[in-house]
């Protein structure tokens, strides 16, 4: 609906014209940063607006000040840089870099999401070593996990959690790890001949999420389906199979071509009528956790790739980019016989 104003002076009455919001997502102003740095500009990320969440680069054209010190060597200079000074038991909040909130500071999850792999049910482990920030979580059914890692200026050593939920903060130890959790680590993963994978983004991502959410079944199946010749696969078909029933009805079909499926001929030991089921409700949990309910809904700059085969069902991975320019890897695996 448009908007107008009257002028005080004769009366007259025009238009308003919305002004557009100026910037854009976090991950592709950050490029931009970069191929100005690669430049040899002294650039950096600035936000443009709170409520849409936009970015943008900015670059500075105000000359470098004649140095008036000796300069350090390059290798203690970068040990200085990389290592936050912290004290055993300081709290580290790292809820913005596992997508818990959004860069306003509000929650990125529900209750019942945030139960899955932010709770006391849990079980957390969180690891620095080298300039890695490793952090692996259980759900309480052992279901399924989630681990991420990033860049951190933290020096070696552990993090556990002593507040979860919205208010999840982590405790800095040289040495302390949780009991039980010592033997904690992501199972070892060999996707050769025998997996396939499909990558989503963009809308395609965006349908599979919807679809996902508003289907009732309890199963989600991704079935093979050959092309003519029997030896190539050309569709990826995911479908939801209700618990005890025949019927499964597809919610999402991906051609191989368009998707960029690393597998275009049927895996070894398979056949085009092979099928991966796994838990609905467990999948969406899990990619949830790894995009955060706002890359979910709307993930416009995001890319997910997910990787499958029969004795271990499903792996799926992005990256993004976090609130302070660290790269941020995720994982996630959704597997019923899960120890």
């Not at 200085?80 to 596992?98: A, C, P, Y």
């Not at 890692?149 to 556990?160: A, E, I, K, S």
Request: glycine residues 6%; hydrophobic residues 30%; contains cysteine.
């Amino acid at each position: 609906m448009t908007e107008f104003r009257r002028r005080k002076d004769d009366g007259r009455v025009f238009p308003i014209q919305k002004r557009k919001p100026y910037g854009i997502s976090r991950q592709l102003a950050y490029e931009d940063v970069q191929a100005f740095r690669k430049e040899g500009k002294k650039a950096r990320l600035i936000k443009t607006n709170n409520k849409l969440d936009l970015y943008a680069p900015y670059v500075s054209d105000i000359p470098d000040a004649p140095e008036t010190h000796t300069k350090m060597e390059p290798e203690k200079e970068e040990k200085i840089s990389s290592s936050r000074k912290v004290t055993e038991g300081q709290r580290i909040d790292l809820r913005e870099q596992l997508a818990l909130v959004s860069g306003n500071g509000k929650s990125n999850m529900n209750n019942a999401e945030l139960k899955e792999y932010f709770s006391n049910d849990s079980r957390i482990k969180a690891t620095i070593k080298d300039g890695k920030l490793t952090f692996l979580s259980v759900d309480p059914a052992h279901i399924s996990m989630i681990m991420e890692t990033m860049d951190t200026d933290l020096p070696d050593g552990f993090l556990y959690p002593v507040t979860y939920g919205k208010d999840f903060e982590m405790e800095w130890s040289k040495s302390q790890i949780p009991e039980g959790n010592v033997k904690l680590r992501w199972p070892e993963l060999n996707f050769n001949s025998d997996s396939w994978s499909v990558r989503l983004e963009g809308e395609s991502l965006k349908k599979f999420m919807k679809d996902l959410r508003s289907i009732d079944g309890d199963a989600v199946r991704f079935n093979l389906i050959g092309g003519t010749d029997k030896s190539s696969v050309q569709i990826c078909r995911m479908e939801v199979q209700d618990v005890g029933k025949d019927k499964a009805v597809p919610i999402a079909t991906f051609n191989a071509s368009s998707n960029r499926m690393e597998n275009k001929d049927v895996p070894d030991g398979w056949d085009t009528s092979d099928r991966v089921s796994m838990p609905r409700e467990y999948l969406q949990k899990t990619i949830i956790a790894m995009l955060g309910r706002k890359g979910s809904l709307n993930p416009s700059d995001q890319v997910l790739t997910m990787q499958l085969k029969r004795d271990y069902p499903l792996v799926a991975s992005t990256r993004r980019i976090g609130p302070n320019g660290e790269h941020i890897e995720i994982q996630g695996a959704v597997a019923p016989r899960m120890e």
